[in-house]
């Protein structure tokens, strides 16, 4: 599941005739929550993928009067991500990328944006035992909520794999 909205590359790791279904969901802090489901399927030297992650964050969330008073009426607050991702392997090389559209809702106001995910893996060379991987997640635009947009918060990530032996990967 991870894989899809972490590096898309690590979709390339699916044999031809592979597909896998996740689903998970995860109580959080104050009665949030995360819902993910994520779907990939190997189609000869590719993989298509689809996800979607949704967090409520509705739960205990009251407007207050000027006294600081809560009013009893609830706040929906949630964020989602759905998108769509390929991954392919060549060579020693894996190379993926996901398009995604993010929405996010708070009170009233609610907004969205597209955003692109990327990511490669430079697999081990013969007599090397280690893997060395680059990702970036959310490039696009600022996401408008109501009056006020805010970028995107970008990442960059890299990682290294290194197989100790058979039966053990760091």
Not at 51 to 77: N, T
Not at 124 to 130: Q, V
Request: glycine share 12%.
């Amino acid at each position: 599941f991870d894989v899809f909205f972490l590096n898309p590359a690590g979709l390339a790791a699916f044999s031809p005739r592979e597909t896998s279904v996740l689903a998970s969901y995860e109580s959080l802090l104050e009665a949030a929550s995360r819902t993910g489901l994520s779907y990939s399927r190997g189609a000869g030297a590719s993989v298509f993928s689809a996800g979607l992650i949704y967090q409520d964050s509705s739960a205990g969330l009251q407007p207050l009067d000027g006294a600081g008073r809560a009013s009893g009426l609830g706040i929906a607050a949630y964020d989602m991500a759905a998108g769509a991702g390929w991954a392919r392997r060549f060579a020693r090389v894996d190379a993926g990328f996901a398009v995604k559209y993010i929405t996010s809702r708070l009170a009233e106001a609610s907004g969205g944006t597209a955003a692109l995910d990327a990511g490669i893996i430079f697999r081990a060379a013969r007599g090397s035992s280690t893997d060395f991987a680059l990702s970036f997640r959310n490039l696009g635009a600022p996401l408008k909520l109501g009056s006020e947009a805010a970028p995107l918060p970008f990442e960059a990530g890299g990682g290294l794999r290194w197989r100790r032996t058979s039966e053990l990967d760091l």
